[in-house]
């Protein structure tokens, strides 16, 4: 086999990587194994160590396994085997060593565990959060005519009784009833048809900024980190702001009220060969949102983007779930961690094949 033919392995989402069989040199890798780093530079075909860039443990089985199948002329499956990087990163993958004897080449084909295990869970969370959206519609619905009629009997109330006692707490009951009728509007409008158009992903990061008011408190330190090369974003630029403030402003308000230095952290950089809802994209930007806050309570992780559910005693719920409908009209994906004391929210959104073109061009 020659390059031209090792081409045709870049339309698998599987890593393939080819060595030499006598003296286990690379070949040639897939665009999927370059992304997954098997080597250092991802722009070289024919030169590298895949063995130099995992730790001594992944590189002496891997080897092992290598000798196996070309001693016995076969194809040897590994599953859920544990691979270390330098990096310090682990992968769990089904790892499949054929030898070619007739060409006298090693074929590694590895499958990331790890992505299909994202894969099941993001379907799984999908369809779970649709139910649970369906349900608040349904409950939001039944809820507004009720409030109409709790607004009106206050008023009626306020007219015959003009007392200061009386009027103090009629006027609660209409402020709480204007503030869940406000809510409730929320979950029953239907998004408006977005217009979708090329927008600078780091302009609208400065437009978040500057509408929440971020940069002007004093006791707020804020860290930017922007890739240059990320392409412009296919979206509705005014919509995907709306969505980075509701996170932007949960984050600010996280970290101002438990931290002695609050620290709101944003950072963009390009990633490659993550799933969305079932679907592996090949390249992606994405946007991590850092606070050092409290963080989510555990018994909420399962729940934090679903209507009606917050963190905070004020809260109502909706920001999150709006943010994550916003960006799943993008085609990316939302989601969140906790690590060493800060909690990420990542979003993911897919870039474009015909602009990451036109920006190499």
């Not at 396994?65 to 769990?92: C, P, V, W």
């Not at 499958?111 to 295990?117: F, G, H, I, P, V």
């Not at 503030?179 to 408006?192: F, H, M, Q, S």
Request: glycine share 4%.
């Amino acid at each position: 086999m020659n390059k031209i033919e090792f081409e045709a392995f870049n339309s698998l989402n599987t890593e393939i990587i080819i060595l030499n069989a006598q003296d286990l040199s690379l070949l040639w890798l897939n665009d999927s194994a370059k992304a997954a780093n098997w080597i250092t530079d991802p722009s070289i075909n024919n030169t590298g160590d895949i063995f130099s860039m995992l730790d001594e443990p992944a590189a002496e089985q891997i080897k092992e396994l290598l000798s196996q199948a070309k001693k016995n002329a076969s194809s040897i499956t590994r599953r859920d085997f544990m691979i270390g990087e330098h990096s310090e990163q682990l992968r769990t993958l089904d790892l499949t060593v054929t030898y070619s004897e007739k060409k006298d080449l090693i074929f590694i084909e590895a499958l990331n565990t790890d992505n299909l295990n994202k894969i099941i869970d993001s379907t799984r969370s999908f369809a779970s959060q649709k139910i649970a959206a369906g349900l608040a519609r349904t409950l939001a619905h039944e809820v507004k005519n009720p409030l109409s009629g709790i607004k009106g009997s206050a008023q009626i109330l306020k007219s015959k009784y003009s007392d200061d006692f009386s009027k103090k707490f009629l006027k609660i009951i209409e402020d709480e009833t204007d503030r869940l009728n406000e809510i409730v509007t929320k979950i029953l409008t239907p998004a408006k048809k977005p217009t979708f158009a090329y927008f600078n992903l780091h302009e609208a990061l400065q437009r978040v900024l500057a509408l929440t008011d971020a940069e002007t408190q004093e006791n707020l330190t804020i860290s930017r980190n922007f890739d240059p090369s990320i392409p412009e974003i296919y979206g509705d630029k005014n919509l995907f702001i709306q969505a980075l403030m509701n996170i932007v402003k949960n984050a600010m308000q996280a970290c101002s009220d438990y931290s002695e230095i609050p620290m709101l952290s944003i950072k963009t950089h390009i990633t490659y060969r993550q799933p969305i809802n079932g679907t592996i994209h090949g390249t992606l930007a994405e946007i991590i949102i850092s606070d050092n806050g409290p963080g989510i309570e555990p018994d909420l992780h399962d729940q934090i983007f679903f209507p009606m559910v917050s963190s905070k005693e004020t809260g109502s719920g909706i920001g999150l779930s709006i943010a994550q409908d916003i960006i799943r009209i993008h085609g990316g994906a939302i989601s969140f961690e906790r690590r060493n004391e800060e909690t990420l929210f990542s979003i993911l959104i897919p870039i474009s094949q015909a602009m990451q073109g036109a920006q190499s061009a």
